[in-house]
Each structure stands twice: as C-alpha cells, then as structure tokens.
C-alpha cells in the first residue's frame, strides 16, 4: 500500500480499534446508535443503485427477524436438551432402568410390558439396593439407597465445580445480575461467550441433578443469552454494534424464561420490567416472536411427555370466595418477609465469601454444601424429590383418584357428585405430611441462602417458589380443615356450607409460591402474568396480584433492592438503576470533578498543543476522555476526545504518517492555518473528535442529571456555568454520589 | 396584606399562574416531574416531625392506588352500563318487550314463562308490525318493520350529532389520537372533562346502537381517560402536575382497553405499545391494577349475562396444521391490504371534510351516512344485526345444536363422534349466508370508510375486526369445503382423511379479525394479547401472530402510518413518534433558527436591561421563551425564561412593588451591585429563570437531538458553538423539519 493510499485510508476509514470499547467499560449509546443510523442510511441510499444493493438492503432488513428464529430455535431446544437429561440425572440418583440405562424412571415405566400396582413401581425399574442387594426391603437397603444418593450427589456437584472452575468462571451463578448490568451498555468479554454456553448447559444439568436447592430458571436466561450472543456473529449488523447487539440480547433473555416456564408473554414482560435497560417497541415485538418460537420448539420435544407447554400445569375448578384474600395477604406478607429476609442473609454470606479465607476453596464448599444438602434431603420425601416436581405436588388439586399422601383424606363417597370433591376431613397422610412439609420448609429456607452464590450455575426462582408453595399448602390445608370442622363460624357462613368445596389448598400453594417469588425478585406484572399463564385463568388473576402487591410492599419495606440489584452491588457493576427516583437536591456542581480542591481539569486545546504534550497528558492522567477548549483562557468548549482513540491515532500517526515528530502541533479545527516550511509537519485529529458532547449547566439538579445518564445511556457529561467549561461528570461519579447519598461506600462502585 | 408579607411571598412562593400552561401548548416534562420530585422530598422530610404528617406522607404514597381503584370501578361500571343500554337500544330498533319496554330482546325472552320453539321468538317480544299490525308476516309488516329500524337508527344518530355539536364538541371520534397527543405532553382544555364524559357516554349508546358501522371501543378509552382525568382532581398530587396526570390516564386508558374487550393484559400492552409516551415501570403495575379492578367490576355487572369477561368468547377444539399458515398468511396480505386503503381513503375524505363545505353540515351528513347505512343494513341480515353480534357469529366453531344459517351443513349423523364433528358438506343455507356475508363485506369496506371521523362517537377496532372476520369466514369455509371434497390433494393427505375436522372457519374469522385490526392499527404485541385472552389458549397465538406480521409488514410497505397517527398528523397536532427512527444526517445548526439569513437571536441580558426593554421585547416577538446571556456582545448562555411567567412577574411586580418603573433594571444574576440612591429600584427575577436550559452544539446530528427532545420530553434546546448561544430549537421545528425531509407540508403542525 501506497502512502498516499494509507493517508486516504486515514482520512476516511476509521483506524482500527478506534470506536472499539476495552472490557469492563461503558458503552456511548448514544454513539452506538449513531453509528447504527449511519449505517443503515448507507445501506438504504445505496439500495437504488443497483439489485444486488437491493437484495443486500432488504435481507438487512429481515435479518433481525432470522435471527429471532434462530435464537428461538437454539434456545427451545437447549432447554429440552436441560430438561430431558436433567430429569435422567436426577432418577439416576435412585436407581437405574433395566431396559436400558438412558430411560428415566417414567419413561422406563412406559416402556414395560408386564402389569404392576403402582404407576412408578414397574419391574424394569432397578432402585440401586435392588439392583446390587436383590431386593429393596430392609434397613440395609435403605442405608444403600441413601449412600448411592449422597453419592451421585456429590459427584454431580463437584463436576459441575471443576468444570465451572476450569474452564468458564462465568458459567457460575444465575447469570442474571451481569445480564442486567451488560444490557444496560457494560462490557464484559467471554461472559456471553461459546466456552460459557458450553460449561454452562452442561454444568446446569449437573447442579440440578445433584439434589442441590436450586433451579434452572434463571441460568436459562443466561444460556439463552449466550446464544444470542454468538448468534450475532452471523450479522454484521448486530456483531459489529453494542447496542444493537442489546436488543438482540432483551430478546434473548425473554425467549430464556419463555422457555423455562413455558410462558411467552411472560418472559417478553420479565424481559421489560426486570432485565433489559433500553427496550425499544420494535425489540417488543421481536422479543416475543423468539419467545413464542422457543416455547413451541420446546414443546414440540416435549420433555415432559404430555404436551404441556408449561411447566406447571394446574387446573383448579372452583371459583375463590372474597375472604379468602385474608390468607392470601398473609402468604403476601409471609413472601415479603422471606424475601427481605433471603436477600440480607445471602448478601451477609456472599460478602464474607469475598473478603474472607472462604471464597478461595469453591470446591469445598460445594462438597459440604451438597453432602449436608444430600444428606438432609433424602429422609424427608418431599426435600428428596426434585424441586419442580415438588411444586407440581404442592399446585395440584387433589383428585379422587390421586394416590399421593397429600391427597388422602378420608373420603366420605355419598357426599361426592361427580368430579367434584367437597371438603374433606384430613386422613393420618396428609397429617405426616404437613410435619414433612415444615420441616422441608424450613431445610430449604436456610440452604437457599447457602447455595445462591456458589460456584455453580444456580437460579433462584425454584427454590423461592418451593419455599412459597410449601408455606401456601400448609396454609390451605390449615384453612381447609378449618372450614371442614368449623363451616358454622360466622366468617363461613354464606359461602362454605358443609359438603361444599370451599377451599383448594393447590391456590394457596400457587399464590404462595408467587408471594416468594415477588419478595426475592420484586418482580410485579411479569409475575402475575408467568403466574397466570401457568395456570391458563383469569379467574386467579386477583389473589396472585394482592400476595405480588404485598409481598412487595412489605419486602420494599425492608430493604428496597431486589435480589438481582443487590448482586449487582455486591460485584461492583456500573448499573444505573432505572425504576429507583433519584429524590436528593444536589447540584451538578457538587458531583462533577474536580472538585473545590483539586488541580484544575485537564482539557486539550484545539490548536496549540503538540504531539508531545499530548502523551504527556495521556501518561499522566487515567482519564478516558479529554474536553477539547478554544484556549486554557476562555475554556470554551469545542468538543471531546476518547483517551482510547487519542492514543490509537498518535501512535498510528508516530508509525505511519510522514513528518510527525514530538514537536509536531495537534490540531483538532477544520481548517489549520498554513504552516512556515521549517515547522514539522501538522497532526490533525478532527475525525476523531466528537464535536457534541453533551454538557449541562452547574446548576443542573442531579435528578434531571441521573435521567439523562439513564435515558441517553451516556458515559460522560461535561459541565458548564456561563458558557464556560467547568468539570466533568461520569456514570461512575453519579453512582458514587448516589451510594454516597444511601449512605453506602461510595468505592464500592468498581468500574467506569 | 402588609408589603413586606407581599415582598415575601413574592421571593419564596410563586406567583399565581407562573408554572402553568396554556391551552394548546406542550408542557416541559422535565419541569413538571422536578417539581413533583420537590413536593415528594418536601413530604417526605416533614414526615418526621409530626405523626400527622407521617400520615400524610403515608397516605401521599398510597393515593396513586386508591386512585388507580377508582378508576377502575368508575371505567368498568360505566363500560357495564354503556353494554347494556346500548344492548337494549339496539334491540329497540326491531321490537318491543310487552313484559316490560326496559328488558332486551334476550331478557324479555329469558323472563317468559310460555314455552316457544325458536329461543329468541318468544310471545312477550313484539317486533313493531306485531305491535301495530297484530302480525308480523307479509310484504306490509316487512317494509313497517324497515321503517322503522330506518327511524329509530336516524332518530338515535341526529340526537347524539345534535348532543355532541350542543354540549361537548370534543366527544365525537374515538378520541385516541387526541389522547396519545395529550399523553405526549400537549394541552387540549375541556378535551377530558366532566361534559366530555357525560355526553361522550350517552352518544357513544346512541351512535352504537344506531347501527353505523362504529364501534364502542375506541371511545370507551376515551370515556376512561375522562374518569382518570375527572378522579385526579380530588388529589392534589395529580391535580397540580400534569406529567403525574399523564401518568394516571396511561392506566385510564388500559382500563378502557381493558373493559372493552375484557383484556387487562392486552389492555396494559395496548396502552404501552400504542398510546403512552412517558411509561415508566411503575405505571405498569399500576395499570395493571386498574385495568384488572375495570375488568372485574364489569364481570360483576355481567352485561352479557354470561358470566364471561371477555366480548367474543370463543372455544376451538381442533389444532391447526402448518400447512394452514398459507391461508392465514394471505389473510395477513389482506389485512394490510384493507388497512392501507381505509387509512388513505379515510384520510382523503377527512381532509375533504376538513377543507370544504361538507365539514359545515355535520349534521346533514350523520343523517344521509345514517340513512344509507341503515337502508342497506336491513335487508340483509348480516347487517341488520349489531357489530359485535356479527363477530361473535363469525368466530363461532359451528357445534351440532347451532340453528344459525352458517352452520346449516348437510349432517351424517353415521360418521360423527361424540363432540367432535367432522367437516361436511355445505347445506343450502351456508350458501346463502355465504352471498350476504360477501354484500356485507363490501357494504362495512366502504361505509366505514366514510362513517370514521363523523361528529359522532366511533370506534374503529368493531368494524375493522368485522371485515376481516367476514373475509376469515369466507375463506374458512371456503378451505373447508375444498378439503372436504378434494380430501385426496396431496395438500391435504397426511392431516385432512375423509370424516376428519381439519378446518375451523371460526379460526380463520379471528385471523382475519387480528389481520384487518393490525393493518389499521398497526398494533403488534398488544393486538396478538388481546386475540389470545379472548380465545384463552396458547395454540393459537402463532396463526395470529403470522397474519398479524404478515398484515403490518404489507400495511407499511404502502403507508407507515396507522390510523392513529395519520388523524394525529391531519390535525396538526405536535406529536414526536417514538417508534419512528430518525434516519437523515441533517445537524442541529440546519434546524435551529434564527435561519441564515434571519435577524439575531432574541435574547435578554442578565443584568442590564430595563423593565421597559423587556416589554418592548415581549410585545414585538411572540416567542414562548428567551434565552438569557452574560451580554450580547459574549453570547454566554445565562439561563432561559418562559414568556408566560415573565409577562406575570413583570406586570405582578408593576402593579404590587413599590419603585418599579419602566427604566428599573432587571437582574437576573444571585447578587445585584449596590445600586446609586437616585436610580430606581431594581426588579430580581432569578427565580423565574432557568439555570438549567438543556443545550446542544450546533454540530449535533438531528437524530440525536431529535432523541433528546423525545426522551426528556422536551419543549425547546438551545444551541451553542464552542461555548457561544448560536440559536434555538424548539418541538415545533423538530417536527417541521421531519415533516419537510418526509416531503410533507411543514406548515402542517399547527400548535407549539
């Protein structure tokens, strides 16, 4: 290449690495979507030209929409992957199929020929006692039982540890904390990485069937996201731009929980209110066409052999009575308090994590955490099974022809007419089980903190919805056997007569479950509405938003941050809150640098200075960027410069320009005066100034400030007073001031 | 009052009418939510010195939900009674009930005691030629009973013109493009108050049940928004801050949703994606909740006396085939067809109307619209009967106990099982219904085209959904029949075997149905939500869903704008697009005025002009505001004052301060210099000055500042060159620049 061509090159195509971000960082919005905008104006202007531009313009177009499907596609059909082997693991735990050893308890079942009693005792199916003593009877073969379940146990956990720590640090956790934060314009490289999807799918698979208190809701977001991270790459349209790249990312995540619980509008809603940060209408529409093709491609695996989309199928068949909202509020106040409650204890336990001796052996922890998890668990039925099916359990309305010992209540057969089943006096089995229920209530309340944070992909909404179910059945049966022995208290009267089914335990569980749920996460809409697709009726519509409704209000009394921003704080990130009013009256001045004290702001001029200064300045200062001013005198402002694109263009124009020596002047004008012959040659850097940056005046409130740091998504800020250039203000310096302000320690904000 | 008292009102409380707008001008949402965001803090720090004011704060806090409960109560039950008198008067227009002339033609039937073959034809209901000829058969009693449904429609249609021309101009339409309007940040006095409500509810009873093709759902937004706007005023949070009110009527406007078609989560996305402009997380919730509690109370009120929320409640029992898409995709093709060619030719006549004398004699043309539609509805059965009547036909899956002509198929009896009936022949009567559906379809495509943009009440989303859902039945039977007699095409092998049910028409009328909404509307998520609630399964969102895609895409392919924007544009009304991307390179000096060639900048100093200069200034220029600089001859940028709030200092300060004369000196600066005895004395305004005027450069691409100026709902920004006030920008010029670069009459936006 030519000189000549090189100093075209340099004129008119951007170096390379300039405009590019380093990790942990802040991305400029504002200039990702210009960027953005440029191109797609090259694209339609060049479209008239000729067929191919056209076809190029038009496939430009679509390509959102492709890669829509494609994440659907990938993601519905990761979590069939999850879910089918997930399910295989955790039955491996008890025993193995004799038909062949990759056939689950259920599907082995179905595959048996030979007639037995019960639907899940079927020959084929060898528990390991069985399978190495002969039989199955005994305390012996008990003592096998448990020993092969803390077993497999503990093997899954610490390969889910070793292969987290070995090869993908990021695969660890929900996920979902650092989705928020990346969403809302930070950098971290690898997080959304093929490594991190790989370990993470695998991993996940493991930590779920290790027995552990955890679920695969949220980390299936993550792998969602994952996916659309990567598929990126096949569209330079989104590999190439970080805030396109968001949109697809929102997108993603709501196809994430579409697939984990099997509700579309939920997840699009989840994505809306809890994790996207810049959620234009078009990502809206887009978002729930990857939902939807995620839950079909997920149903049509169909991993649990039933066609259900959803993961939780209840139908209840009576209507709820008014004072019913009493209980409800009480499961809502109840959520609450574990919520607040959750947060603080696993905040506490995470933090000494960090700063103690302990977050250095990850695998030891989770060795113990499992072994006493395992070890716990398998006593008590209801801890033993997976945590889903326990759910499932706890949603269901007993039938007539349910065998389960939360169904056996003493049947009075003259009082049933049809399906309907009144309510019933309790038998000795629902009995035993409501003592089993409490105390798995109450393992499961003290493991969660444990667990969420651990060194394995782990997810929350299980286990809070477990917590709530558990609390909501003890509360229907409590009030079920409540009306059965006292329909003739005043408060019955009118609605609950004897014989009549007044009260569905299965709704306490659901409205319950959804109290924890809304206390951990303070999600609001998209909780009702995950909610209320799992259930497919509006009828419930009304107790699960008064239990939401209070559960929040009364865990928003506690603390204000949900789980998700907690972790955010904890790690550090740079995440500007959006549903938080900043309600403080401080000025721009009283947050922008320097302050009182301080040596005055360092700036650029944009034609005095020269090569040398320049990289004095940049050695001196760590700064990311630089005001650009008329002169030092007046400190009008011209413009800003990055420190990443100052240094990438002297340093090129050191290489590759002829005549550009130390002495040599920057010029950032657009015309330079003509130079006398001796002189070295001139640098001029005006492509790589951005000539409006946004400034505001000293006397700027920090609310308006913080709203335009939110809503323009902007790193930087100048500051003016009279038209002159006064300081600087970045996202980091309104974070620090807002902790500061929480009476929180403003260095816990770690990156820019 | 003592002076000094005045003096000290005067330094710390505003002035009456400074803070306020006036009609038909844009408020500054950045304004308006600082001064709630003072009045917050303000309750807030008082809440600790009293327990009184503890509960103020308290009760502050929780008024937004009592507020979003009222709402909801007052939208659902005036929904509930607009329901049911509409119903009545509809019925009306055919016959009497003898039982008693308050009971419908369903009521009358319900409450006789005489048996009778046919449901709906019992002795208590009298048709009009029963009741004055005795008899109802004959060419005689056929042309009375078409008089007089020709009476009545004329008789209930000039009443409500003559209500709404009388009483509240502000009535007729449906209201919703006034309503985003207003939501964005405009004023239109009166456009929500109480006479807009009460006349909006009766003539919204008289236009439906006139029979025009309107419908009700549209206005019924309108008629909540009016509730929220109506309820605000007993709270004085909402009362005095229009950026909360607007927050308020978002929610109104997803209970009007919400109630009228039984969707409060379509309702909720409905008011996000296609009304709200400012829509932050909490009024999600909050709208929620309204539109919940306006669903619930409808429920209770049960105006369709079938315990049912939803309007047309459908149940499908067969899957669809993939193969099925073609034709739903060619109902999406016809959707966005009908979509364009009703927003052109509406526009076209609506501006006809506008421009000549036809707009002069709205009551001339309600009469001959009126008598047209009824002359042509009566004879055939399809339109005599209400709308909504016809859909909820159209989207019936015909079971084996439909007497309805549209069910009248030949029946094998032999090849039936069960429930589950097998496509069949058409009969005679499906034939016939066939040919009225088709005259049907021409009659609403061209009548509606003319009926929307009256002086009546009307909605659109009624008369859309019926095109569509005739052309779905259309086509569904169609298919149906061809799969029927041509089982052995190779299309069909596979899913459609002789004596199978393969196709259900009623499916393909609610594809239509979303198709013809979603190319008028152009609604996306919120229209595929609604569609589901009011089928309530999950199966069928992808067919609505591809016609709702296929539909916008051919609808915007023609024209960009949907109905909503395009009524918005033809009144001129400054309303900045959200959806729409800003996509030319202009920059912000091209924009800004004063133009080239232009006068300079008005501006004020901020300390050398006389109360004298000042007035001359506001009475030569008409400008809303006036930038304040350092001196003319520095162009420093000071601040910027709103005409309005100077006009009333300045004449307030005239009329109440001693000393003020024409040559006092006004000061905008913290400090004021001694002043010599002799001289007058000086006039303070800073408290009326902007500290914190946003500003851009004037290299500042249009896209970005047209993003500020949406994001911060802004109302002007001045511009700057390095540091010197260079010009203005304000909404207006934005939108007159986007209309000139869409080759569009700038003149057009008529309001600031």
Not at 55 to 70: E, P, R, T
Not at 202 to 231: D, R
Not at 468 to 475: D, V
Not at 709 to 722: A, D, E, I, M, S
């Amino acid at each position: 290449m030519t000189l000549q061509s090189t100093m075209m090159d340099f004129l008119e195509e951007p170096l390379p690495g300039v405009g590019t971000y380093e990790d942990f960082n802040t991305i400029d919005w504002v200039r990702e979507k210009s960027r953005d905008r440029d191109r797609h104006r090259e694209i339609t202007s060049r479209s008239k030209e000729s067929t191919w531009a056209l076809i190029h313009s038009v496939s430009d177009a679509f390509s959102g929409w492709l890669l829509m499907l494609l994440i659907g596609l990938l993601a519905g059909s990761l979590a069939g992957l999850i879910d089918i082997s997930a399910h295989w693991m955790t039955d491996l735990k008890e025993g193995v199929c004799l038909a062949g050893f990759w056939f689950n308890h259920e599907h082995c079942c179905w595959k048996s020929n030979t007639t037995f009693t019960d639907r899940d005792k079927c020959p084929e199916w060898k528990s390991w006692s069985q399978l190495i003593l002969g039989h199955g009877e005994g305390a012996f073969a008990y003592i096998l039982n448990y020993f092969m379940y803390v077993v497999w146990a503990l093997l899954f956990s610490l390969l889910a540890v070793l292969l987290v720590k070995g090869f993908a640090p990021y695969a660890c956790g929900s996920g979902i904390p650092e989705i928020k934060t990346i969403l809302s314009g930070f950098i971290i490289r690898g997080y959304l990485g093929k490594w991190t999807l790989i370990i993470k799918t695998i991993t996940l698979v493991l930590a779920v069937s290790s027995g552990l208190s955890l679920g695969k809701e949220g980390p299936l977001v993550h792998v969602a996201c994952c996916c659309g991270n990567i598929l990126c790459h096949l569209f330079t349209k989104y590999r190439k731009n970080e805030a396109k790249r968001r949109e697809v990312l929102s997108a993603a995540a709501a196809a994430g929980v579409s697939v984990a619980f099997g509700a579309p509008i939920g997840g699009v809603l989840f994505s809306l209110e809890e994790v996207s940060y810049y959620f234009p209408l078009k990502t809206l529409w887009r978002s729930f066409f990857a939902a939807l093709v995620a839950a079909f491609t997920l149903r049509s695996i169909n991993p649990f052999g039933n066609s259900r989309l959803v993961l939780f199928y209840v139908e209840f068949h009576m209507p709820w009575h008014l004072l019913e909202l009493v209980p409800f509020i009480l499961l809502g106040i109840f959520g609450g308090l574990w919520g607040a409650f959750f947060i603080r204890s696993n905040i506490a336990w995470c933090r000494r994590r960090k700063t103690t001796k302990l977050g250095k052996y990850p695998v030891l922890e989770v060795f113990v955490v499992t072994a006493i998890t395992a070890i716990l668990a398998f006593p008590n039925e209801y801890t033993r099974m997976s945590t889903s099916e326990l759910i499932s359990e706890l949603f269901n309305d007993c039938g007539i022809l349910d065998s389960s010992k939360l169904c056996e209540y003493v049947n009075d057969f003259n009082s049933t007419k049809g399906d309907d089943l009144p309510d019933r006096a309790a038998g000795p089995g629902v009995y035993t089980a409501m003592w089993q229920l409490a105390l798995a209530l109450i393992m499961k309340v003290f493991i969660t903190i444990f667990t969420f944070g651990m060194k394995v992909p782990s997810g929350l909404f299980i286990p809070s919805m477990a917590v709530g179910a558990i609390a909501g059945r003890l509360l229907g049966v409590a009030m079920e056997q409540l009306a059965y022995y006292h329909h003739d208290w005043a408060i019955f009267s009118g609605w609950c007569s004897q014989g009549a089914d007044c009260i569905t335990p299965g709704l306490y569980a659901m409205v319950g479950a959804a109290a924890c749920l809304g206390g951990v996460t303070r999600m609001t809409v998209s909780l009702v509405v995950i909610m209320f697709e799992l259930t497919g009726g509006l009828e419930y519509i009304v107790p699960l938003m008064a239990a939401a409704m209070t559960s929040k209000w009364v865990a928003d009394a506690i603390g204000r941050e949900g789980i998700y921003d907690a972790h955010i704080r904890l790690n550090g990130y740079p995440f500007l809150e959006a549903k938080e009013e900043f309600s403080h009256k401080t000025l721009a001045m009283d947050v922008m640098r320097p302050r009182r004290n301080d040596p005055p702001l360092t700036v650029i001029t944009q034609d005095s200075m020269t090569v040398e200064d320049v990289e004095t300045i940049i050695n001196e200062t760590t700064y990311s960027g630089y005001p650009v001013v008329v002169s030092r005198e007046s400190q009008r402002l011209v413009g800003f410069v990055l420190r990443r694109d100052l240094i990438i263009s002297v340093e090129n124009a050191r290489k590759k320009q002829d005549g550009i020596v130390s002495t040599s002047i920057i010029y950032f004008t657009d015309h330079s005066p003509p130079l006398p012959p001796s002189s070295p040659s001139m640098l001029k850097l005006r492509s790589i100034l951005d000539l409006s940056p946004f400034t505001v005046t000293d006397q700027t409130p920090m609310e308006i400030v913080v709203d335009i740091f939110r809503k323009l998504g902007l790193r930087q800020c100048l500051v003016t007073h009279n038209g002159k250039l006064l300081g600087i203000i970045t996202k980091k310096d309104v974070l620090k001031h807002i902790a500061q302000l929480a009476n929180q320690d403003p260095d816990s904000i770690l990156f820019n």
